[in-house]
């Protein structure tokens, strides 16, 4: 299972302006993004809120959707080139229910304007990814197990499996029951559990009256109820569930994570100054941020991905749901930092040229993804030409420069982080040349974080109505 993990504190942007200190010289500028107060209202209790939603459709916006994250006036979405790269692997995420973000709300008495709105995200623990008979396959995902039940019988059929022609069961998950070695259905007669359908009719469990072709599926009883070959879902033709869906017209409950909580056992991500405002249709408009959004994909038991966004800004429209509301053309925007962007690593892309090895930083500012996001490159007569920049200077001391010292090698790396005031650092080595400490994870004179300027990016979301189970 895929597992998200979320953390924020609110923040603000502050005014893109310098101030001149009383010797001519100009002050240092405050970091782009810095705290702002909770608004005054009800304090966030999990799970004594109201309105809970979960994200249900994902996807990187285009250039002109971007916030204006550095006061420039221009949209900030850098990542937008890589859109079409990432789409497939968004949708098939959602898919296979790998990203389950449930939203609480509180002090939303009305859908009317309101200036002070909160809301909480959670980790959602997939209560739809199941193994319950511990075959080692899943199911409600596309091609998952077809018997999820926790018997002897449901051990024995998963996807693979070698078809008893006796037991009545669709053992190998193909929809069908009893067929031959040949894959010949089976033409028997038999109708032991006394439904409307015989094995050679389609049933493809003879056994349960619950089966059979075409029968509603029953969602979180981990049977293959219409003979589709998987249990708890239905899939149409472009392979969205329309059954056993948490992201459909039908609310869910979705379980928990307790790792999305403190350890006095309330959410670690909030959002404490949102406010609804009405546009001039009169539809309502919820802005909250910017944030600090972080998420963590333990892609394996070896490869943990976490991803920060700093500046998060949401901006969406509501839209009544019955007794409550979602969210519609929603947008996350903000900042991918170079030091986050360093610690993605294990991944295999092969349009970018990124390997397991590597890093998502390398990628961008040492290999083809940089030409594909269009980073400025630094000129001929810069001491660190051909280095890449981001595109937001979060620190406010001028944008920093990520380079491979030889790039004519076969390694395609970052091992040499400039600083806006210029200040140069290298990857640390030992002995033998192996990286001890990466450039990207130095800290100033304050001991903070010294590289924290970033690609812009602009996420685009929608959100379903769902229920929410505390964690026990």
């Known amino acids: 299972m895929t597992y998200l993990r979320l953390v924020s504190a609110a923040v603000m942007a502050m005014p893109l302006f310098a101030v001149t200190a009383c010797g001519g010289d100009p002050a240092p500028l405050p970091p782009l993004f810095e705290p702002k107060p909770e608004c005054v209202g009800a304090a966030i209790d ?5 309105n809970t939603q979960v994200l249900s459709a994902l996807s990187i916006g285009e250039k002109a959707d971007g916030f204006d994250l550095d006061g420039d006036g221009k949209p900030d979405n850098k990542l937008a080139a890589a859109g079409s790269l990432a789409k497939t692997a968004i949708e098939d995420s959602f898919k296979k229910y790998d990203v389950l973000i449930p939203i609480e709300f509180f002090d939303v008495t009305a859908l009317a304007p309101d200036t002070c709105v909160k809301f909480a995200l959670y980790l959602g623990a997939d209560p739809y990814r199941t193994d319950l008979d511990g075959d080692g396959q899943q199911a409600t995902v596309p091609e998952g197990d077809c018997d999820d039940t926790n018997t002897p019988a449901g051990i024995a059929a998963h996807r693979g499996a070698t078809e008893d022609p006796t037991n009545g069961k669709d053992d190998d998950c193909d929809g069908k029951a009893d067929e031959d070695d040949a894959n010949v259905p089976s033409t028997k007669t038999d109708n032991k559990d006394a439904d409307a359908f015989t094995i050679a009719q389609g049933d493809c469990d003879d056994n ?9 599926e029953i969602c979180g009883d981990g049977k293959d109820n219409d003979c589709d070959g998987v249990a708890d879902r239905t899939d149409n033709a472009d392979g969205i569930s329309t059954a056993c869906n948490p992201f459909d017209s039908t609310p869910d409950p979705i379980d928990i994570d307790p790792r999305s909580l403190d350890t006095a056992g309330q ?14 249709d009169g539809s309502l408009q919820l802005d909250a941020g910017p944030s600090l959004f972080e998420v963590s ?18 901006s969406a429209k509501v839209v009544a749901d019955g007794d409550s509301f979602h969210l519609e053309n929603a947008k996350l925007g903000g900042v991918l930092d170079a ?3 360093d610690t993605i690593r294990g991944l295999e892309v092969s349009q970018i040229m990124l390997t397991k090895e590597d890093s998502l ?3 961008a500012f040492a290999n083809v ?3 594909i996001l269009a980073l400025p490159a630094l000129p001929p007569g810069d001491k660190h030409k051909g ?11 001028g944008l920093e420069a990520f380079c491979d010292e030889d790039p004519n090698d076969e390694f395609k790396v970052v091992d040499l982080c400039v600083d806006g005031d210029g200040t140069e650092v290298r990857d640390e080595k030992d002995a033998s040349g192996k990286v001890t400490k990466h450039c990207t994870e130095a800290l100033d004179g304050n001991g903070k974080p010294r590289f924290v300027d970033g690609i812009s990016v602009l996420l685009k979301f929608t959100t379903a109505r769902t229920t929410l189970v505390p964690p026990t």
């Open 46 to 50: 999990a799970f004594h809120g109201g």
């Open 208 to 216: 349960d009256d619950t089966v059979g072709p075409g029968m509603p």
């Open 267 to 280: 959410p670690l991500i909030q959002f404490t100054s949102g406010e609804l405002t009405m546009n001039a």
């Open 297 to 314: 994909l333990p892609l394996s038991s070896d490869i943990n991905l976490t991803l920060k966004i700093t500046g998060a800004t949401i």
């Open 339 to 341: 030091r986050t962007a």
């Open 361 to 363: 930083l390398d990628a």
């Open 369 to 371: 993804l940089g030409p």
């Open 387 to 397: 280095c890449r920049t981001p595109d937001i200077d979060v620190d406010r001391d």
